[in-house]
């Protein structure tokens, strides 16, 4: 595996290394060894499927608060999405700065997305279906999110969204008070 550090600080695009024959190809898209050489989890207690029969919809932007912030690693395993990461850390040099990266099945990308950070993405194709391994399991009591068009965040998503569930499309703008 190849790990590309982003410009958010522990954020990190990870490609594959495939061995390719007549028959496809044959890939790590994990390795405990790997992962942990760069001190990210290598623990995964929680792993989700995420299935966007839409082009255009939009999931986010999710996090979790507490003493438990959920780290993911973000796949395309089929289909594409524009995936959104912005950093909540209030200590980072990159508190409140945004990433969008394209994640495929055609590139068989993935994201490192550290604990801390909002996440969501926005469907490029229809039937995406995106698999996260979480280093943490869900939360009720401290799931959170933010508004996807935050002005403050000024994320600059590829299209507007055309399919949003109601509690996505409701979340209030970021207050960073709420963050501590």
């Known amino acids: 595996m190849r790990f590309e550090e982003t410009r958010l600080a522990g954020a990190y695009l990870v490609e594959i290394e495939p061995h390719a024959d007549e ?17 990210l989890p290598t623990r995964f207690p ?18 979790q608060v507490g003493p438990h912030p959920e780290a993911k690693l973000v796949r395309a395993v089929a289909g594409a999405i524009y995936d959104v990461i912005v950093d909540l850390r ?10 969008g990266v394209e994640l495929s099945q055609e590139k068989a990308n993935a994201l490192f997305v550290p604990g ?4 969501g993405f926005l469907s490029l194709t229809d039937r995406a279906d995106v ?5 943490e399991v869900y939360r ?12 403050r965040l000024a994320i600059r998503w590829p299209a507007v969204p055309r399919v949003i569930a109601a509690k ?8 960073p008070a709420d963050l501590q």
Request: some cysteine; hydrophobic content about 30%; charged content about 25%.
């Open 131 to 135: 698999f996260y391994h979480m280093s």
């Open 46 to 63: 929680q792993c989700n499927l995420s299935r966007n029969e839409r082009r255009g919809t939009l999931r986010g932007m999710h996090f």
């Open 23 to 39: 028959r496809g190809f044959f890939a790590r898209t994990f390795c405990e060894r790997e992962f942990g050489a760069r001190s």
């Open 140 to 151: 009720p009591e401290a799931d959170r999110g933010c508004r996807w068009n935050d002005p």
């Open 90 to 99: 209030p200590a980072s040099a990159t508190f409140l700065q945004w990433l």
């Open 168 to 175: 996505d499309a409701e979340y209030p703008d970021l207050n």
């Open 116 to 119: 801390g950070f909002a996440h």
